[in-house]
């Protein structure tokens, strides 16, 4: 086995993983705060892929730079995809909402090949890949993750420096609570979704800098993200993104001894371990 190799397979993988962990982020923010699981989520990866396609190829801008529009707009779309679906439901069983925003999930897909059909794209856009003698790293894929961690700090600054990440955290609580201490919950909640989108379309963003896409590539990301919330634990933005490094060593380690058709194999019956082994994840609290 070469030394090399196997190193330079982690290091992409990892890579990778501060992407995937964003992803996941999204979903998990999302469910920690309102118990609600998003099935539209990989549509709106998918949204945020195009977005950076679309503005960097016939607006000409900076893909890193687009990723800003494509986060402002998610933010919107989040707002605007909580008060049509999932206002309304919060406080029902948990099937109203899994059907709600699965009935965004199919809107978008339909609409989304019936515009773009389901070819794939590419962002031609390329960086100087970073030479450490025998490791060779490709610049967008370590710009990707560079930019996956500033923006999970970034995350954490806000749910623990500001006004606004206060109240979320006040309502993932206990709501009511938060409610008989004056806090706005109907908008804290928009606001956690809008937060919750724009993670999933900036990580769908950071995708399409570094691997071809089509519409229909989100639900794959998709289930990758219930696989990093499930092993980091629900409701924990930092376990997603230890998961996301996890899932994303296993997919780069895996091609080195086996075929690469066994890596969601791997992924899948590792998050069947999780669930019988340790449900609550790596960080998630367990049930007293």
Known sequence: MNLDVLIASAVDGLLIGFVYGVAAMGLTL????????????????AIGMFGVYEIFTYVGMNPYLALI?????????????????????IDAPP??????????NMMIIG?????????????DFSLPSLDTGPITVTGTRLAA??????????????LYRTRSGKYIRA??????????MGIPSTRILALAFGIGTMLA???????????????????TYELKSFVIVVLGGLGNPLGAL?????????????????????????????FILILLVMPQGLFGRKES
């Open 30 to 45: 999302i469910f920690g705060v309102m118990d609600v699981i998003n099935l539209a989520h990989g549509p709106l990866i």
């Open 69 to 89: 529009i494509v986060a402002v707009v998610g933010l919107a779309v989040g707002v605007l995809v909580y008060f049509v679906a999932v206002h309304r439901v």
């Open 95 to 104: 099937l109203s909402s899994l059907l709600s925003t699965f009935s965004v």
């Open 111 to 123: 609409v989304g090949t019936a515009i773009l059909t389901t070819s794939a794209y590419n962002v």
């Open 145 to 158: 993750a560079l930019i996956a961690v500033g923006v999970t700090a970034l995350l954490y600054a806000f």
């Open 171 to 180: 309502v993932a609580n206990n709501r009511q609570a938060a409610e008989l």
């Open 201 to 219: 379309m900036t990580a769908g963003g950071l995708i399409a800098t570094i691997l071809p896409i089509n519409i229909l590539a989100g639900g």
């Open 242 to 270: 230890v998961g996301g490094l996890i899932l994303g060593l296993i997919e780069g380690l895996v091609p080195v001894f086996m075929k690469t058709t066994w890596v969601p194999v791997l992924e899948f019956g590792l």
